[in-house]
């Protein structure tokens, strides 16, 4: 799966916390990468290939692909990290669920901090949603929790994410 560099920037006020995963390594994104970890944005790795079958075949398989994702990061940013976010999450529903413990069994035990969505945006799925649809599905969702985690992609067909 492509990455995508969005050209719009936001700029959020200071309450706002921003998390962004990295998700794979574009060499055509490498300023952008860099720009996010110089604004003091926390990053978490998300996948270097994101094939979930091949990452997910071993605990061996995805510490190699966190590994080269985070050769890659410290290549265009200058840092390493122990954040992550695991392609498809931890409740892993697309992928054999007794490896996917055996990866966290492994990740804890490599330092790895794992972070997870409680409320997605729904903006992964293949149609093309308006703003107001992505503000409507986040909003209700966001306010069961003190601290909503919401899950949104900046990809292409997604220009209305950064408008709700």
């Known amino acids: 799966m492509p ?7 936001a700029f959020l006020g200071q309450s ?3 998390q962004r995963s ?15 970890v110089d ?3 926390e990053l978490a790795l998300h996948a270097y290939e994101h094939n979930l079958p091949k990452i997910y075949k071993s605990p061996e398989t995805y510490l190699s692909d966190y590994n080269a994702m985070n050769d890659f990061l410290f290549e265009v940013a ?7 976010r695991f392609p498809g999450g931890s409740s892993q ?23 997870d969505w409680n409320v997605s945006s729904g903006d992964a799925s293949p ?14 969702a966001a306010l069961q929790y003190d601290n909503p985690v919401i899950l949104m992609h900046d990809v292409p067909r997604n220009t209305y994410t950064l408008e709700a």
């Open 93 to 115: 529903t697309m992928t054999n669920r007794s490896v996917f413990w055996q990866v966290m069994k492994a990740a804890q035990k490599e330092g790895l901090t794992w972070h």
């Open 78 to 84: 200058g840092i390493r990290t122990k954040q992550v």
């Open 22 to 36: 990295l998700h794979n390594a574009d060499p055509s994104c490498r300023n952008y990468y860099k720009e996010v």
């Open 127 to 140: 149609n093309r949603h308006t703003s107001e649809w992505i503000y409507n599905n986040i909003f209700p």
């Open 39 to 41: 604004s003091g944005c």
């Open 16 to 18: 706002v916390t921003i």
């Open 3 to 9: 990455s995508f560099c969005p050209k719009n920037k």
